[in-house]
């Protein structure tokens, strides 16, 4: 059974960070490209960064978010990471991780807020 569970969201004023985790089980992480994404109250699901199964230098990132977003994964510890610097009340949005090259599976998502 696949699970995949974030953790690390919270509130946090403008200029903060913030370093989510995405814990995934029952299938080959290892073997598999993942992504974030993020859903802002009244706004669409959008894609904020993906990665490939052994951690490609060639990420992608939503062009809001280069150069303070950075996605990264262990694929040792099962777990992918979404590294979020000088945040902006724009960026409050629950946060998602999800399979890239299988299913598509979700996880429950973890809310973030930034906010003075």
């Known amino acids: 059974q696949v699970q995949l569970v974030e953790s690390g969201g919270g509130l946090v004023q403008p200029g903060g960070s913030l370093r989510l985790s995405c814990a995934a089980s029952?299938?080959?992480?290892?073997?598999?490209?993942m992504t974030w994404y993020r859903e802002a109250p009244g706004k669409e699901r959008e894609l904020v960064a993906s990665i490939t199964s052994r951690g490609s230098i060639t990420n992608y990132y939503l062009d809001s978010v280069k150069g303070r977003f950075t996605v990264s994964r262990d694929n040792a510890k099962n777990t992918l990471y979404l590294q979020m610097n000088n945040l902006k009340p724009e960026d409050t949005a629950v946060y998602y991780c999800?399979?890239?090259?299988?299913?598509?599976?979700w996880g429950q998502g973890t809310q973030v807020t930034v906010s003075s």
């Open positions: 029952g299938f080959t992480f290892e073997s598999t490209s």
């Open positions: 999800k399979t890239a090259s299988i299913g598509p599976y």
